[in-house]
């Protein structure tokens, strides 16, 4: 542990030296924060950032996905006035209290540990996030509590202004009593809404994490909502005696941290456990809206709107879980048409351009995340460079909507994207559709 407390300290000074906002010099598109943060990181974190599971495939997978959809540009429309604005609805879209105006479609996927990137963690996140006026998801394994991070988005904002559009993410722990805990500290605090992910029962096996000997948080981090900093958390702490969780995902008894983290989480969960999430909100959240987060098949999608969901996202992870299966963007057609309009699909997974971003929203979707990105601009920038990387995405998103003709969010269209006309040899529904007008 010598050697890696002296390799950490030697990241934490790299990492907090950021005077020189490099990224305004040197990063011109998502993909150069990468390069960037890898020249920054230590090899054992760069590469627990960027890894995906087993082989890869499908982090590959989500990234060339977007390279098989094209979209068709149209000419001759207006569109001096682009507007990227919109409203994240949910559910039914008939519960007016849960209706937030966004600059655009795009949030920040919850994911945690933002501090091992910029020593102001998700707080830094949340503020760039707040000021470009799009969601942010906290992870239930932040770096940075519930609370601080809600009084770090609060802080920058205006009487004026709306209030942060925060949402809260929820494993469901083998402590259930934890669970409901964590929940309501959130809806406390201001969160305005649930993610529950539903598909890290287990977590993916990250190879390079056990060859580098990455099994634990280097101190001095650590996993801070599992603390016990309130009065409601301690009495779940005592009656479930486990006051303390660190024991558990610092064990360093696997060779890989997730899979000494994944010890926390409960295996045996069905549907019944969404609907119990869902009764927990309607009681003593307001009835705050459910987004159920890693969908990847119609059957799934389906039952989760069955179980309750206000959302339902499209996810597999970033290709940290199941190696071998299909890429978000590949699995979004089947899940909107099961779905069939009941409630919103997001997705998240392989967004790299503005482009991405339109071809998501072409095919169904009304929002879509950011994960990795964000983390390799917290490495270069903190949160100077996160809103860097925010405005640079807004940017290529209004500049493909005027080439295809699209003047707001709303007038985006299936027929605004297709697959390669050499992508199997029938007719498509958008040459049907031509040809029926002629």
């Not at 490099?22 to 011109?28: A, D, E, G, T, V």
């Not at 969160?191 to 060859?211: H, M, N, Q, W």
């Not at 909507?401 to 707001?408: H, P, T």
Request: hydrophobic content about 40%; overall charge positive.
């Amino acid at each position: 542990m010598k050697e890696r407390d002296s390799k950490n300290k030697k990241s934490d000074a790299v990492i907090g030296d950021k005077s020189g906002y490099q990224h305004q010099q040197l990063c011109f598109n998502v993909d150069d924060f990468q390069i960037l943060a890898k020249k920054r990181l230590p090899k054992d974190l760069y590469e627990y950032l960027a890894s995906g599971s087993d082989d890869g495939q499908t982090l590959l997978e989500n990234r060339l996905a977007f390279k098989n959809w094209y979209l068709r540009p149209r000419v001759l429309r207006q569109v001096k006035h682009i507007k990227t604005r919109t409203v994240l609805r949910f559910g039914s879209g008939n519960d007016n209290a849960h209706k937030y105006p966004v600059a655009m479609p795009l949030f920040v996927s919850p994911a945690g540990v933002h501090a091992l990137c910029d020593n102001e963690g998700e707080c830094a996140t949340v503020r760039a996030c707040f000021k470009a006026s799009i969601m942010f998801g906290l992870s239930q394994h932040s770096t940075r509590s519930i609370e601080e991070v809600a009084s770090a988005a609060t802080a920058v904002s205006r009487s004026s202004s709306p209030s942060p559009l925060n949402f809260y993410q929820a494993y469901i722990l083998k402590d259930r009593k934890r669970t409901l805990s964590l929940i309501r500290r959130a809806i406390r605090a201001g969160y305005k809404g649930i993610f529950l992910t539903v598909d890290s029962v287990r977590f993916g096996y990250r190879e390079c994490d056990a060859r580098n000997g990455f099994n634990s948080l280097p101190p001095p981090h650590r996993l801070v909502n599992y603390d016990v900093n309130d009065i409601s958390a301690a009495v779940a702490a005592i009656e479930s005696n486990s006051s303390s969780l660190d024991q558990t995902y610092n064990s360093q008894e696997k060779k890989s941290w997730d899979q000494n983290s994944e010890q926390m989480f409960e295996q045996n969960v069905t549907w019944e456990d969404v609907k119990w999430i869902k009764k927990e909100l309607n009681e003593h959240g307001k009835g705050v809206p459910l987004v159920v987060k890693g969908i990847m098949t119609a059957e799934d999608a389906v039952l989760a709107v069955q179980a309750g969901a206000d959302v339902v996202m499209v996810s597999n992870h970033g290709g940290r879980q199941l190696d071998g299966c299909m890429a978000a963007i590949d699995v979004l057609p089947e899940v909107v048409r099961a779905v069939n309009g009941i409630v919103p699909i997001w997705l998240d997974g392989g967004i790299r351009r503005g482009t991405d971003i339109l071809k998501a929203l072409s095919l169904g979707a009304s929002a879509v995340g950011i994960g990795k990105p964000v983390f390799f601009a917290l490495a270069v920038g903190g949160e100077s460079a996160v809103s860097c990387l925010i405005h640079m995405l807004q940017t290529e998103l209004e500049t493909a909507m005027a080439i295809c003709g699209i003047e707001r969010i709303e007038d985006i269209k299936p027929t605004h994207v297709t697959r390669h006309p050499l992508h199997g040899f029938h007719e498509s529904p958008i040459e049907r559709l031509v040809r029926s007008s002629l």
